[in-house]
T-cell receptor
Framework: GEQVEQRPPHLSVREGDSAVIICTYT??????FFWYKQEPGAGLQLLMK?????EINEGQGFTVLLNKKDKQLSLNLTAAHPGDSAVYFC???????????FGTGTTVSVSP | ETAVFQTPNYHVTQVGNEVSFNCKQT?????MYWYKQDSKKLLKIMFS???????VNETVPRRFSPQSSDKAHLNLRIKSVEPEDSAVYLC?????????FGKGTRLTVV
């Protein structure tokens, strides 16, 4: 079955720096890709969904790139601030499928 | 804003007891899920359920069972808890592809 590797497991950056998290998946049939943010004591907050190949999406303070050729999904936190401190998860699912397969998570700490 | 509601937030129980966690979604979604998040933050699907089909992750022990009264509710029952069941249990729902999560129930088995 699908396996999703997420790197790095931990990331410490200073406020204003950028931070990049990369997920590599194995199944070429993976179709929908997601980034979630989990703050302490909270559930998973959906940041973005992508499904087109080689797509760059910009959100509030972050950019997501999907490279289907290399089976990679990345999240770039641009100009990080302390409110970005959280655990970030990538997730994938198949076309017609619903249950998400998650990456292993990245704990991001942003210091002032 | 949370639209997937889980109760309780926390639960501490002894080995061998039965526990039940509740989940309700107000989004009008047709599919609900239970995920387990372990102490290393790893997330694994346990069950997905809509009014037609229950899909069970084959690695889930048989002491776990989902219970649904309607498409807005999916509870999780654990018949006889074991220490390795200590985790955060996250309920979720979806209509198409986007999955929305509750805040979780943290179970501690002593």
């Amino acid at each position: 079955g699908e396996q999703v590797e997420q790197r790095p497991p931990h990331l410490s950056v200073r406020e204003g720096d950028s931070a990049v998290i990369i997920c590599t998946y194995t199944d070429p049939n993976s179709y929908y890709f997601f980034w979630y943010k989990q703050e302490p004591g909270a559930g998973l907050q959906l940041l973005m969904k992508v499904f087109s190949s080689t797509e760059i999406n910009e959100g509030q303070g972050f950019t997501v790139l999907l490279n289907k050729k290399d089976k990679q999904l990345s999240l770039n936190l641009t100009a990080a601030h302390p409110g970005d401190s959280a655990v970030y998860f990538c997730a994938v699912t198949y076309q017609g499928g619903r249950a998400l397969i998650f990456g292993t998570g990245t704990t991001v700490s942003v210091s002032p | 804003e949370t639209a997937v509601f889980q109760t309780p937030n926390y639960h501490v129980t002894q080995v061998g007891n039965e526990v039940s966690f509740n989940c309700k979604q107000t989004l009008g979604h047709d599919t609900m899920y239970w995920y387990k998040q372990d102490s290393k933050k790893l997330l694994k699907i346990m069950f997905s359920y809509n009014n037609k089909q229950l899909i069970v992750n084959e690695t889930v022990p048989r002491r776990f069972s989902p219970q649904s009264s309607d498409k807005a509710h999916l509870n999780l029952r654990i018949k006889s808890v074991e220490p390795e069941d200590s985790a955060v249990y996250l309920c979720a729902s979806s209509l198409y592809t986007e999955v929305f999560f509750g805040k979780g129930t943290r179970l501690t088995v002593v």
